[in-house]
């Protein structure tokens, strides 16, 4: 069972804004870093944004810089992932995750907890 929860994906055009949502149902995730990642047919998983616990530390890809932002909410124990000016090649599924240190982390590896993913695509 997935511990994390991702929502808020679906199809839209290029130049549009999606949000994607990410819960963590009956567990906090408070301490963690927390990350996106996002996969293409065909291609590799890759980074998108990662946020620290505190909520100071952002890391984006530099494909997403200025396009997407990353936040947390601590009381609802939710992150998100504000997409806008939406591209075609950022179809993908997007996946959240959790990071123990809390200091958030650009590699997948350094992620022990998982979504099972939301699937965004962009029509040009």
């Known amino acids: 069972q997935a511990q994390l929860e991702e929502s808020g994906g679906g199809l839209v055009q290029a130049g549009d804004s999606l949000r994607l949502s990410c819960t963590a149902p009956?567990?906090?995730?408070?301490?963690?870093?927390r990350g996106w990642f996002r996969q293409a047919p065909g291609k590799e998983r890759e980074f998108v944004a990662a946020i620290g616990w505190r909520g100071r530390r952002l890391y984006y890809a530099d494909s997403v810089k200025g396009r997407f932002a990353i936040s947390r909410d601590h009381a609802k124990n939710t992150v998100y992932l504000q997409m806008s000016s939406l591209k075609p090649e950022d179809s993908a599924v997007y996946y959240c995750?959790?990071?123990?240190?809390?200091?958030?982390?650009?590699?997948?590896?350094?992620?022990?907890?998982w979504g099972q993913g939301t699937q965004v695509t962009v029509s040009s």
């Open positions: 009956g567990r906090t995730f408070a301490d963690y870093a």
């Open positions: 995750a959790a990071e123990t240190s809390g200091l958030g982390s650009t590699r997948d590896e350094d992620y022990s907890y």
